[in-house]
């Protein structure tokens, strides 16, 4: 399996932009999570997708982020209009809870995003 | 914040060396995890401790875990200059599906 995958791998855009930033978990899982990572606040939980449906979205900064995930192999994350403050590292990961107490979650290469 | 605290936010040792990293939490969990990443990577699953685990062992690894203090603790033994990296607790929620992740700590071994 070629793991999860992400793209793009870097993206720059300016103030105002719409971006989309893309995910494919690995076959068979279960959950996908998109995360945030900044120096300032870590790693932030943004939403998640159990079995396609989004389940838990508090972690969303504003309504300029939404998430979809329209079939088990795809999901997006976009931001409009983008901000300076949205510049950070966005991961995407996936799981399959087999079992109650093991979730181990398997991280993408993340997406660079950097707003002007 | 849900995330947890870890102890050390940086550790620097010489290669050989053993490393100890700390982490505490605040939620019930079902499991904790610890993970690694290396510089402008993802985060890569490393071990997971049971919260009827008190320690497990995965090579050089050792993870400790103590319930009633909601506290754990990474030990890498015999450290390398390819340890080098950032390595981060979460715990999987009792509740959720989630993992609430600390952190972090920055760890450097120079050769």
């Known amino acids: 399996d070629a793991g999860v995958i992400q793209s793009p791998r870097h993206e720059v855009t300016e103030m105002g932009q719409e971006v989309t930033l893309r995910c494919k978990p690995i076959s068979g899982h279960d959950y996908l999570f998109w995360y945030r990572q900044t120096m300032m606040r870590g790693l932030e939980l943004l939403i998640y997708f159990n079995n396609n449906v989004p389940i838990d979205d508090s972690g969303m900064p504003e309504d300029r982020f939404s998430a979809k995930m329209p079939n088990a192999s795809f999901s997006t994350l976009k931001i409009q209009p983008s901000e300076p403050r949205d510049s950070a590292v966005y991961f995407c990961a996936s799981s399959f809870l087999g079992t109650v107490d093991y979730n181990e979650q398997f991280f993408g290469p993340g997406t660079r995003l950097t707003v002007l | ?111």
Not at chain 2, 42 to 66: A, F, W
């Open chain 2, 1 to 111: 914040s849900q995330q947890g605290e870890e102890d050390p936010q940086a550790l620097s040792i010489q290669e050989g060396e053993n490393a100890t990293m700390n982490c505490s939490y605040k939620t019930s969990i079902n499991n904790l995890q610890w993970y690694r990443q290396n510089s402008g990577r993802g985060l890569v699953h490393l071990i997971l401790i049971r919260s009827n685990e008190r320690e497990k062992h995965s090579g050089r690894l050792r993870v400790t875990l103590d319930t009633s203090k909601k506290s754990s603790s990474l030990l890498i033994t015999a450290s390398r200059a390819a340890d080098t990296a950032s390595y981060f607790c979460a715990g999987a929620s009792s509740n959720t599906g989630k993992l609430i992740f600390g952190q972090g700590t920055t760890l450097q071994v120079k050769p």
